[in-house]
């Protein structure tokens, strides 16, 4: 064999090992970034999870103040006497719902659809879905049902309307949700 052919066997086999090592390289360095953006994006989820709980937290609360005032007071008889009070507890109500939207935007990206190898974060993603949905439903409920105490108010009662309108919410915001698509809306029924 001559010094020639020995001289390019030599460097195509450098060439062979250079192509392996770069390939190898790649897939490594591919695999450590996505290990590190799924290892990221399960802390983020820990994180916005506990804040998204501390204000989920705050809504049985918040409900269970709106019943008192509101609910167990709901009588035609009471509607002059009590609006104002009613409309100031659905504003309290509705500011803690807002807090829970709030926090639940980052949670929305990083929970539906996705899932993570730890089970703790898996979990997390499922308490968000559950609670969100709890929370909205309920809420959206208990509106509907005022309304509509409201519309009886109005008819039957021939109440007035303008002294004491129903209470509005932006239906782009607040309505009905199954963020799990699982068939069932949490609060919604019961």
């Known amino acids: 064999m001559g010094k ?11 060439g062979i090992v250079l192509l392996v090592a ?43 103040e709106y019943q008192n005032i509101v609910v167990e007071d709901l009588f035609v008889e009471s509607v002059e006497e009590d ?13 803690v719902v807002d807090a829970v939207i709030e926090k639940a935007k980052d949670l929305s990206k990083l929970c539906i659809d996705k899932t993570y190898p730890d089970k703790a974060v898996m979990t997390n993603c499922q308490s ?17 049902e005022f309304n509509e105490f409201m519309n009886e108010y109005y008819e039957d009662y021939k109440g007035n309307k303008t002294l004491y309108p129903q209470y509005r919410l932006d239906e782009n915001v607040y309505h009905y949700v199954d963020i799990n698509d699982d068939g069932e809306y949490i609060g919604k029924d019961k």
């Open 22 to 64: 770069g390939g190898t390289y790649t897939i490594v360095t591919k695999m450590n970034k996505e290990k590190k953006e799924i290892e990221d994006a399960q802390n983020n989820v820990v994180d916005k999870y506990k804040k998204f709980k501390e204000e989920a937290d705050k809504f049985l609360d918040a409900r269970k």
């Open 128 to 144: 968000y879905m559950i609670n969100y949905e709890t929370v909205m439903n309920y809420f959206v409920k208990d509106v509907e």
């Open 4 to 14: 020639n052919k020995k001289i390019a066997v030599f460097l195509v086999i450098i």
């Open 83 to 95: 609006y104002e009070e009613w409309m100031k507890s659905f504003d309290k109500y509705q500011k």
